[in-house]
């Protein structure tokens, strides 16, 4: 049976409200201060939320699930539900996202009957102090993506390299030429975002697709 689809008005002049989410946890991150500039230089219409609280949810554990979701992760799916689309910025640890990241999708991606990462849009952005600026990571991140049915903005990508040079004392962003970049960078995003919510699977139909199957396990 084909998917339900609902079809979604045009936003006019509605703001669109984008969850910002660092995938460091230290206060002074190149990652957080990408998302403070994010903030800064949204087009006009678009809202960045950061969520704090990585650093305080626990690992998954379908032990700890079963008996109920931690307040953090309840916190985490709701932001995540509330919003129109992500904006994740990830440093790139061992070619790869931080675990912290990596945990944080593991419980939005549960139970899957759809989860709140379902069709919710997703940027990714990220700097580093090393020459790659987060190429690796970001791949990791788009292959997660991918198994949670998040569509994630292809063109522009956003790899911000030698951050300890392009941001300030201050933690402001002031190398010109990056601030450019991602000023281009999320006015893209806020037209996919448009685009991407035109025509969009209901979750209605979604949740009759998957009402019969178990949430499988993650161990």
């Not at 689809?5 to 936003?11: G, L, T």
């Not at 087009?43 to 998954?60: A, C, K, N, V, W």
């Not at 903005?153 to 002031?174: R, S």
């Amino acid at each position: 049976m084909p998917p339900v689809v609902e079809i979604r008005p045009s936003r006019g002049n509605m703001k669109m409200k984008i969850l910002g989410i660092s995938g460091s946890l230290r206060k002074d991150s190149f990652n957080r201060k990408l998302l403070q500039a994010a903030i800064e230089l949204a087009p006009e219409g678009m809202e960045i939320e950061i969520f704090d609280r990585l650093g305080e949810i626990p690992f998954y554990n379908e032990d700890v699930e079963e008996r109920g979701d931690p307040e953090s992760v309840i916190a985490l799916k709701k932001s995540i539900e509330s919003a129109d689309a992500l904006l994740i910025a990830t440093p790139e640890y061992n070619y790869s996202v931080p675990g912290a990241l990596k945990n944080a999708i593991d419980w939005a991606s549960r139970p899957p009957a759809p989860t709140v990462l379902n069709d919710k849009a997703c940027g990714i952005i990220g700097a580093s102090q090393g020459t790659g600026g987060t190429i690796r990571s970001q791949l990791a991140l788009r292959q997660m993506l991918g198994s949670t049915n998040s569509p994630v903005l292809l063109k522009p990508e956003t790899f911000i390299a030698k951050a300890q040079d392009k941001f300030g004392t201050d933690g402001k962003l002031t190398d010109e030429s990056t601030r450019k970049h991602l000023a281009s960078f999320l006015k893209k995003f806020s037209e996919w975002i448009v685009r991407s919510a035109e025509v969009q699977p209901s979750k209605a139909g979604q949740k009759k697709a998957l009402e019969t199957r178990s949430p499988p396990s993650l161990s």
